[in-house]
């Protein structure tokens, strides 16, 4: 299932060196009070952002849809970027949504995506 939400993990996009760095990232954040204190949707929308973005600390793009896959269809984007909020008060991920990906002529308006950075909570 992971594989569908998150391509990048199906086809191995992270090399070994940033999955290690997001296992001792997670390491350190599952040791800290913050985590227990976090709103399960907020949970799941971090794991998701770690397990999509290819490093620490660098902007990633994601589609809207695909968070919503993740989170559940009805999920709204005013939702998602309040979760956001959560996640970027306890320094764990700063996310922005904007709009992305090439555009066509048949459809004028480009799709929504959510640029994000995993944040390194002691940083």
């Known amino acids: 299932t992971l594989g569908i939400i998150c391509p990048k ?4 996009h992270a090399g070994m060196g940033a999955a290690r760095e997001k296992v001792t990232l997670l390491g350190r954040v ?18 998701l952002l770690l397990v999509d973005a290819a490093g620490i600390g ?6 809207v849809p695909t968070v919503q896959r993740a989170l559940g269809r009805k999920i709204s984007v005013a939702r998602i970027l309040d979760l956001g909020k959560t996640l970027e008060g ?34």
């Open 30 to 47: 599952c040791q800290g009070p913050r985590i227990a204190l976090l709103p399960l949707e907020a949970l799941k929308l971090y794991l």
């Open 9 to 12: 993990v199906r086809q191995g």
């Open 58 to 63: 660098t902007e990633h793009a994601i589609p």
């Open 90 to 123: 306890d320094g764990l991920a700063a996310i922005r949504a904007a709009p992305g990906g090439p555009s066509s002529r048949r459809r004028a308006r480009q799709p929504l995506r959510l640029y994000y950075r995993i944040l390194r909570p002691d940083a």
